[in-house]
């Protein structure tokens, strides 16, 4: 059975600061996900993170893949109050699987 | 954005009383799926479907059964439900390929009294 850590649960940074947020997930998984959240709305697709060594960047976030660590990180450079939202990642335990399990989020709060 | 709606956005209802609640996509995708999301919990999968009238359990299907007649839609129902179904249920949908990932509908709210 996959499970999905996330560390921290909670993280308050300032603007212009950096941080990384970290996924592990327990037994193999064929590919990571990451999705964002804000307060009341539904989830927003971020990255696929398909192989080893896997990194995708989208503006201020880069997210990256180690399958042999069972890792996937989510780096933030320079913060700014809009990233100020709840991450998850999430891992799909194998091909054929239709099952996706979530880790319990990141609550980010970007701070002046 | 996918298109993906949820029906009710919103419900208050009674200990014991049946519920159900819609999924709606007009992307034609094949796999649907309902989650549950409670504060310190994450996203939990309740049932999910893989074709019309093709369905499977999640890791918390006790007290939820689902219904696909139809491509596009998906039905989730509380067939007595308690106050520990309190929650907000979102549904995704899917098709794989290498890059697909789950494109989540906007949620509904449910309280029970």
């Known amino acids: 059975e996959l499970k999905v850590e996330q560390n921290p649960l909670f993280l308050s940074m300032q603007e212009g600061k950096n941080y990384t947020i970290y996924c592990n997930y327990s037994?193999?998984?064929?590919?990571l996900y990451w999705y964002r959240q804000d307060p009341g709305k539904s989830l927003e697709s971020l990255f696929v993170?398909?192989?080893?060594?896997a990194v995708k960047q989208e503006g201020r976030l880069m997210a990256s893949l180690d399958t042999k660590a069972r890792l996937s990180t989510l780096h933030i450079t320079a913060a700014v109050h809009d990233l100020s939202a709840t991450y998850f990642c999430?891992?799909?335990?194998?091909?054929?699987?239709?099952?996706?399990?979530f880790g319990k989020g990141t609550k980010l709060s970007v701070i002046p | 954005d996918a298109g993906i709606t949820q029906s009710p956005r919103h419900k208050v209802t009674e200990t014991g009383t049946p519920v159900t609640l819609r999924c709606h996509q007009t992307?034609?995708?094949?796999?649907m799926y309902w989650y549950r999301q409670d504060p310190g919990h994450g996203l939990r999968l309740i049932h999910y479907?893989?074709?019309?009238?093709?369905?499977d359990k999640g890791e918390v299907s006790d007290g939820y059964s689902v219904s696909r007649s139809k491509t596009e839609d998906f039905l989730l129902t509380l067939e007595s439900a308690t106050s520990s179904q309190t929650s907000v249920y979102f549904c995704?949908?899917?098709?794989?390929?290498?890059?697909?990932?789950?494109?989540f509908g906007p949620g509904t709210r449910l309280l029970v009294l």
């Open positions: 995704a949908i899917s098709d794989w390929g290498d890059q697909e990932t789950q494109y």
């Open positions: 037994t193999t998984s064929d590919r």
């Open positions: 993170l398909l192989s080893n060594g």
């Open positions: 999430a891992g799909r335990s194998g091909a054929g699987s239709y099952q996706l399990t």
């Open positions: 992307e034609n995708h094949r796999y």
């Open positions: 479907s893989y074709g019309v009238k093709d369905t």
